[in-house]
């Protein structure tokens, strides 16, 4: 295939954003077990359209259901695996809405995004 300089390339998918929780796994876990009882939003890996691969960590004793995951008031792509949860961030953004069920309570947290 011939690049004719002006081609994209493809937009990243939520596979992207596994894909790089795969790679960076240990890293996500010492991060996890630094702070196992808290909430976190990790930037993983920025792409060339300025979207970004996150992921989130809840409390090792959490068990969500029924989440989400807004930017800006912009639903956003995730998929859990791993014990944590692949975010594909579409846009920049400094922080992010995870709203879920645990137990038996309604949860809404927003999350700043930081560097892992």
Request: hydrophobic residues 45%.
């Amino acid at each position: 295939m011939t690049d004719n300089g002006t081609m994209q390339p493809f937009e990243p998918t939520i596979r992207a954003a596994v894909n790089a929780v795969e790679a960076r796994l240990a890293e996500i876990r010492a991060a996890q077990d630094s702070y196992p009882d808290q909430w976190q939003a990790l930037h993983l890996e920025s792409f060339w359209n300025r979207d970004a691969a996150l992921v989130v960590l809840k409390p090792q004793n959490v068990h969500p259901t029924d989440m989400t995951v807004m930017a800006d008031g912009d639903l956003q792509e995730y998929m859990g695996g791993h014990g944590v949860v692949a975010v594909l961030l579409r846009n920049e953004a400094k922080h992010i809405v995870v709203d879920c069920n645990v137990e038996t309570a309604t949860v809404q947290m927003t999350l700043p995004i930081t560097a892992l």
